[in-house]
T-cell receptor, first 110, second 116 residues
Framework: AQRVTQPEKLLSVFKGAPVELKCNYSYSGSPELFWYVQYSRQRLQLLLRHISRESIKGFTADLNKGETSFHLKKPFAQEEDSAMYYCALKVRTSGSRLTFGEGTQLTVNP | GAGVSQSPRYKVAKRGQDVALRCDPISGHVSLFWYQQALGQGPEFLTYFQNEAQLDKSGLPSDRFFAERPEGSVSTLKIQRTQQEDSAVYLC??????????????FGPGTRLTVL
């Protein structure tokens, strides 16, 4: 069965510093990977997906199949980036269901 | 337009009680998902509907959990004889279509269930 691991439950950086949220997955095939974000008192929402290869709010993520990783990066963190971030995976054999990691709480300090 | 809505937002139940959680998906969305999120954990898949058909219920933790979507719109997740380990946030999500091509899942605010 597929699995998503986010090794850091908490991550704290200062404003303007680079940030990297780690995500590793276990699946032998070709999955689709996503990052979801949940800001305080808001609902879970899609941040970006690897297929789009786009930058959202300054965040990027590259799928590394060799290392089975999909780390989320931003060169200069902002206070408004403080949120809970979840990495998620979808595999074809499981339909559209998502498998989520445990999440990383990012705090950007002023 | 209106997003996914869920009711009630909070539910406190005594152990052994039955509860029913409602989800109103975005109008026209074919697919509907239920996830369970325990404290400090990521959401875990429970079940999935395509219109009124329940195509995957492999994530339901026990036969006390039952979900339905009789008219292909509103869905209800029912938990019978609640136990303390059922305490969690129950998330509903909907998407336009399903299948091999991923369509973004839009999440509701969740229902926080506390079983005493």
């Amino acid at each position: 069965a597929q699995r998503v691991t986010q090794p850091e439950k908490l991550l704290s950086v200062f404003k303007g510093a680079p940030v990297e949220l780690k995500c590793n997955y276990s699946y032998s095939g070709s999955p689709e990977l996503f990052w979801y974000v949940q800001y305080s008192r808001q609902r879970l929402q899609l941040l970006l997906r690897h297929i789009s290869r786009e930058s959202i709010k300054g965040f990027t993520a590259d799928l590394n199949k060799g290392e089975t990783s999909f780390h989320l990066k931003k060169p200069f963190a902002q206070e408004e980036d403080s949120a809970m971030y979840y990495c998620a995976l979808k595999v074809r054999t499981s339909g559209s269901r998502l498998t989520f990691g445990e999440g990383t709480q990012l705090t950007v300090n002023p | 337009g209106a997003g996914v809505s869920q009711s009630p937002r909070y539910k406190v139940a005594k152990r052994g009680q039955d509860v029913a959680l409602r989800c109103d998906p975005i109008s026209g969305h074919v697919s509907l998902f239920w996830y369970q999120q325990a404290l400090g954990q990521g959401p875990e898949f429970l079940t999935y509907f395509q219109n009124e058909a329940q195509l995957d219920k492999s994530g339901l933790p026990s036969d006390r959990f039952f979900a339905e979507r009789p008219e292909g719109s509103v869905s209800t997740l029912k938990i019978q004889r609640t136990q303390q380990e059922d305490s969690a946030v129950y998330l509903c999500a909907s998407s336009r279509t399903s299948g091999l091509i991923y369509n973004e899942q839009f999440f509701g605010p969740g229902t926080r269930l506390t079983v005493l």
